[in-house]
T-cell receptor, first 109, second 116 residues
Framework: GQQVMQIPQYQHVQEGEDFTTYCNSSTTLSNIQWYKQRPGGHPVFLIQ?????EVKKQKRLTFQFGEAKKNSSLHITATQTTDVGTYFC?????????FGDGTTLTVKP | GAGVSQTPSNKVTEKGKYVELRCDPI?????LYWYRQSLGQGPEFLIY????????DSGLPNDRFFAVRPEGSVSTLKIQRTERGDSAVYLC??????????????FGPGTRLTVL
């Protein structure tokens, strides 16, 4: 996989506020996956994006893949305490996955 | 069904010792992956198996690290002459193996290795 950079590293929000994490690469990516890791847990697959400009939604989560396939974002609407964790973007190429360093979200009730 | 399991869940060893970490993938998954995760960082790729063979071992940091999967199911990650810098959570994942670049990977709970 190719190197992916994530920002911000940490995000603290009040419950009900929105949250966005960004993933960027200097080169074109064949795909992006997003995983969530709860505190003390292991990464769990959320979604995969493969097409330029692709947008996918899962309830309050919206995932986008940029037109140039060099960036991606995850947006959470009206955060809940169950959204806490670290969100990773991942690029996989022929079985080799490269994880970003993640964005850790904390939510204040 | 059963997910990916890893044993032990925790391993404490002394510098210079040899350790083995075991991974049991989801039944029927031909692809198996090992990662290392340090605090505050994303998982770092170590090695990827397709069946019994290592399809990509470019992430193994040095020759002290070795992994096997002799029957295409259970895998063992072996670390010789452990160093304090090897302390991390070692994660294993498996996937169906049909599309290596797009298969969903299912992670185990990890083994926390501490080298004193």
């Amino acid at each position: 996989g190719q190197q992916v950079m994530q920002i911000p590293q940490y995000q603290h929000v009040q419950e009900g506020e929105d949250f966005t994490t960004y993933c960027n690469s200097s080169t074109t990516l064949s795909n992006i996956q997003w995983y969530k890791q709860r505190p003390g847990g292991h990464p769990v697959f959320l979604i995969q994006l493969v097409k330029s400009g692709e947008v996918k939604k899962q309830k309050r989560l919206t995932f986008q893949f940029g037109e140039a396939k060099k960036n991606s974002s995850l947006h959470i609407t009206a955060t809940q305490t169950t959204d806490v964790g670290t969100y990773f973007c991942v690029n996989t190429n022929a079985g080799k996955s490269t994880f970003g360093d993640g964005t850790t979200l904390t939510v204040k009730p | 069904g059963a997910g990916v399991s890893q044993t032990p869940s925790n391993k404490v060893t002394e510098k210079g010792k040899y350790v083995e970490l075991r991974c049991d993938p989801i039944s029927g998954h031909t692809a198996l992956y090992w990662y290392r995760q340090s605090l505050g960082q994303g998982p770092e790729f170590l090695i990827y198996f397709q069946g019994t063979g290592a399809a990509d071992d470019s992430g193994l940091p040095n020759d002290r690290f070795f992994a096997v999967r002799p029957e295409g199911s259970v895998s063992t990650l072996k670390i010789q002459r452990t160093e304090r810098g090897d302390s991390a959570v070692y994660l294993c994942a498996s996937s169906p193996g049909t599309h290596p670049s797009t298969d969903t990977q299912y992670f185990g709970p990890g083994t926390r290795l501490t080298v004193l």
